[in-house]
Each structure stands twice: as structure tokens, then as C-alpha cells.
């Protein structure tokens, strides 16, 4: 399906787009005699450039998936443990309930764990079919990295720094659109900010090699980013949940620095 890209899709409500998507290929495939089993979304569409929508838009989504059998996976590998800001799921930002939620990397802060969690009756019709077994169901230390990793994001209140840091640097992300005309895009929810580079605003064209070039350069200062996909054109940028308010002027002003070199 077609991301659900706000600032691409000229549509007024872009949680009914995006469900009007899912019925097409729901359709598609049961025209083809496919059986839909369930639709798997990360929550911000990192991967498809950092696409956060306005909070609830994913609802129609979910009501789409339930309507047709099938279960709403979220995967919160990146938008979960806090990172969005106004909640602690990046599912939870938009009022919904999922039948399956993955889990990974954040929650032992590099320590390998990761989890899966899914309502009773969606695991019961899985588990009571299907001889299911880990080899390494979990073991002391990786349990233990998780625990602390939760302890620190509750007791540091990184939730709520997420969200007022993450607004901040937006901010000011966004003022760079006045000074360089190849920004196209700047949004994102919490800590998980998408910054689009364009080389020509006007018509919104992806700027993939000035993106690839950027993230170099930005490396000599320190910065380490990557581009997100369809387009190859977006700078995702993640910092550590640490980050700070003075961190804040290092990470603009290093950007500032390479698209006006790179201009």
C-alpha cells in the first residue's frame, strides 16, 4: 500500500485514505483468491520516511482490518518505549487497542531482548493449533537490562521529555526551511523527527543524492543519521533519549553548516 504520506496525499482526512487503501488490496487479493490474514504497521512509518498523521488517524485503519477478519499487528521496535512522547506506545498515540504488538531493540538499551504481546484470544487461536516452542524463551540478564531500561524511562520521566525536547527541536528543525531552500519537510512526534530534503519545493521532488551527501558530511560533525525509504530522501533522526535542551543548538547548527556547504 501507498504510505500514508501527508505531505504528498492531498486528501482531507488522511485516516480515511489510508483505510480506503487497505480495502483496495483487501479486495485485490480476495480477487485472487488470497485469504486476509491481518495488516502489520509501525506506528510513525519509519521506514516510509517518518510519517507520523495528526494523533488517531490510524483508527479507521484498524476498524478496516477488524471489519475484513483479520488482526492489526503494531510494530513498536521503533515508535514504542516512549520515543513519540504523547504516549508510551506509538499505537497508543492514536487511541487504539492492537490484537499483536512487537518489541525490540529499545527495550534492552542493546542488550539483546525483544517481546511479543498479543490479546488471549488472538494467541490461544496461534498456540492451540500450532506446537510452539523458544529455544532461548529469556534468560537472567537480558530480563534484567529490560527491567532497568523501564525503571530509568519511568523514574527519569523520559516520556514527557520526549515529548517537550522533541517539540523544541522541531522548532527549530523547521526554522532551517528559511534559510535552505532544499528543505521540504519537517515533522515527526516525541524524539523521532523526519527532516525531507527536496530539490525542488515547489513540486516536492525527492532530493536522494543532496540526502546521502548530507548524512556524510553530517558524520564528520559528529552527527550520525540515515535516510528512510520510499525515496531515499529523509533524514531520520533518533537521539538518544538523553538528549538534552542544550544539545539542541550542536545538532541544528551542525545541519546548518552541511546544506550550506553542500549548497
Known amino acids: 500500500m501507498p504510505p500514508p504520506d501527508r505531505y504528498r496525499v492531498d486528501a482531507p482526512d488522511l ?4 483505510a480506503n487503501e487497505i480495502q483496495k488490496q483487501i479486495d485485490d487479493m480476495a480477487a485472487h483468491g ?3 490474514a491481518g495488516l502489520l504497521v509501525d506506528s510513525i512509518f519509519s521506514s516510509d520516511g517518518v510519517l507520523p498523521g ?3 488517524f490510524l483508527k479507521p485503519a484498524l476498524d478496516a482490518v477488524h471489519a475484513n477478519g483479520g488482526i492489526f499487528i503494531a510494530d513498536e521496535v521503533q515508535p514504542g518505549f ?3 512522547g504523547d ?3 506509538g499505537f497508543a498515540r492514536h487511541g487504539i487497542v492492537p490484537d499483536v504488538v512487537t518489541l525490540g531493540k529499545p527495550m534492552g538499551n542493546g542488550i539483546p531482548v525483544s517481546g511479543l504481546l498479543a490479546k488471549a484470544d488472538v494467541l490461544a487461536a496461534f498456540s ?4 510452539y516452542f523458544n529455544t532461548f524463551g529469556g534468560n537472567p540478564v537480558s530480563m534484567a537490562a529490560a527491567q532497568a531500561v523501564l525503571r530509568v524511562i519511568r523514574e527519569e520521566k523520559l516520556q514527557e521529555h520526549s515529548l517537550i525536547v522533541g517539540e523544541k527541536l522541531r522548532q527549530e528543525l523547521a526554522r532551517l526551511a528559511d ?3 532544499c528543505v521540504g519537510d519537517v515533522r515527526g512526534a516525541g524524539l523521532f523527527i523526519g527532516f525531507e530534503l527536496v530539490s525542488d519545493r515547489a513540486a516536492k521532488t525527492p532530493d536522494k543524492t543532496l540526502a546521502l551527501d548530507v548524512i556524510e558530511r553530517l558524520r564528520a ?5 540515515s535516510v528512510a525509504l520510499p525515496y531515499g530522501n529523509v533524514l531520520k533522526l533518533r537521539p538518544l533519549l538523553a538528549f538534552q535542551e542544550q544539545d539542541i543548538d550542536w545538532l541544528v547548527g551542525s545541519l546548518d553548516k552541511v546544506l550550506s556547504a553542500v549548497r
Do not use: M
Open 15 to 18: 485516516g480515511i485514505w489510508f
Open 128 to 131: 492451540d493449533e500450532i506446537p
Open 221 to 225: 560533525e559528529l552527527v550520525l543519521a
Open 179 to 181: 534559510r535552505h531552500e
Open 54 to 56: 495528526p494523533a488517531g
Open 34 to 36: 488470497i485469504k486476509f
Open 87 to 89: 504516549s508510551f506506545w
Open 82 to 84: 516512549a520515543r513519540t
